[in-house]
């Protein structure tokens, strides 16, 4: 093939891409908005383009939720010295819950080498270490409930009993997080249950999303969540509550044209020798009620 592609070309092969492509000025305007942008962030082209990607609109952070749009921004050290970047962050999609992504940042050039603006490329992440099989957990059947999107309170006890069977026939570890939303007969009060239900579809999407393939999120008791994390030690434990903390209580629900904010709580352990589920657990539920919250029968813990 002779000759160059003109811009309609360039464009339409951008199109074609499934990962996110999006194009910004030297303002950070948003020129440009791909379909795979579209699919991973919720976010149409015709609500982007014209924006700026500091906008609140996609707010990315690391897992600590410190956000990046200014000070840290990818894009825009890239547009200052020309180097490309990589990070690991997390963008709030458009339906609020909070989506890991890997992105790289490369500076856009004129013909004569100035740098003109800066592309972001970006494709959902997923963490996937070498995991130990699970024959047990694998053979479970899951139902999914539809409020929530996860597996349903009758899945989430078998897969336990399986995740313990393992552990006692092959001695593979793992460990389980109790999640909560605090507050929330307040926030029941102050918003209406339509509301909690809509925090607690984007709090079990964002706890989805944040783990690896093959650990498993459910429904609990009323209105919480259980985590099961495979191949996951004590220590291993407490470094992902600590993150988890941070990506899932930076998710936000669109509500009336406002967005509105939630705290959750999250603690757990780590599987034991001799363990049943009811001393599994009780030491999680210890955890999370030493964290601030309560107990399944009370209290303000979602």
């Not at 014209?50 to 749009?69: F, N």
Request: charged fraction near 25%; hydrophobic fraction near 40%; aromatic fraction near 6%.
């Amino acid at each position: 093939m002779s000759g160059l592609l003109n811009p309609a070309q360039c464009e339409a092969v951008l199109e074609g891409l499934p990962n996110g492509v999006y194009v910004v000025d030297l303002e950070r305007k948003i020129l440009f908005w791909n379909k795979g942008a579209e699919q991973i962030t919720g976010y149409h082209g015709q609500e982007m383009v014209g924006r700026y990607c500091h906008d609140d609109l996609l707010m990315h952070c690391d897992h600590h939720h410190e956000p990046l749009c200014n000070e840290s921004c990818p894009l825009r050290d890239t547009m200052f010295d020309g180097k490309p970047r990589d990070a690991d962050v997390y963008l709030r999609h458009k339906e609020g819950h909070r989506v890991p992504v890997r992105v790289r940042a490369v500076a856009v050039r004129d013909a004569e080498g100035a740098i003109v603006g800066a592309a972001e490329i970006f494709d959902e992440r997923h963490d996937l270490p070498a995991l130990r099989m699970h024959p047990n957990a694998q053979a479970v059947h899951n139902h999914t409930d539809e409020r929530t999107g996860v597996s349903d309170e009758a899945s989430t006890r078998s897969y336990l009993d399986a995740c313990l069977r393992d552990y006692e026939e092959d001695h593979i570890p793992f460990g389980v997080l109790l999640i909560a939303i605090d507050g929330i007969e307040r926030f029941r009060q102050s918003y209406g249950p339509q509301a909690v239900a809509k925090a607690l579809q984007i709090a079990a999407t964002t706890l989805a999303k944040s783990l690896r393939e093959g650990d498993i999120v459910g429904d609990w008791t009323e209105n919480r969540f259980l985590a099961l994390v495979v191949n996951c030690p004590a220590a291993a434990l407490a470094e992902l509550v600590f993150k988890l903390k941070g990506v899932v209580g930076g998710a936000e629900i669109p509500w009336w044209g406002d967005r509105l904010t939630f705290k959750v709580l999250i603690d757990g352990a780590a599987v034991r020798p001799g363990d049943t589920p009811a001393s599994l657990l009780a030491r999680a539920e210890a955890a999370l009620a030493a964290s601030g919250g309560k107990s399944e029968n009370g209290g303000d813990a979602l």
